[in-house]
Structures are given as structure tokens and as C-alpha cells.
């Protein structure tokens, strides 16, 4: 199972613009939950075996950062 973990950072590309990339560094982590290095708390989910966060939100085209895009 692809999980987060502390010190490391996780990317994505937006749906819209390929250009901007998403970065999300793992401060800390729970069971559940992960903090960012710029204390933002994120609620993880799993999907297929791979854990996940919405950095911007959960809304139509919202980025999502799987745990298997380490940089």
C-alpha cells in the first residue's frame, strides 16, 4: 500500500494547466490525518490501496496527491 511519509515530498500537476505542479512536504502524519510544513492539516483517504489528500479542497477539478507520486 503506497503510504505518506514524514519528510518527504508528494507532487501532482493541475487538471487545467500542466505547468503548475502541486507539492504538498509531509511535516508529520497520523493515522488519519498530515500535517504540511506549512501547518496545514490534511484529512488522508484510500482509494485502491493508495492513500491520498485534496490540498485545495474538495471541489470538481481540486488536485489530489496520491502517496505513490514521491518526488
Known amino acids: ?7 518527504k515530498t508528494y507532487q501532482t500537476r493541475s487538471i487545467c494547466d500542466s505547468n503548475c505542479i502541486i ?3 509531509v511535516a508529520s502524519r497520523t493515522a488519519k490525518t498530515l500535517k504540511t510544513v506549512t501547518c496545514k492539516v490534511l484529512r488522508i483517504g484510500v482509494y485502491q490501496g493508495v492513500e491520498f489528500v485534496k490540498p485545495c479542497g474538495a471541489y470538481s477539478m481540486a488536485p489530489i496527491v ?4 514521491g518526488v
Open 23 to 25: 507539492k504538498v512536504v
Open 1 to 7: 500500500m503506497g503510504t505518506f511519509e514524514a519528510g
Open 66 to 69: 496520491r502517496a505513490e507520486k
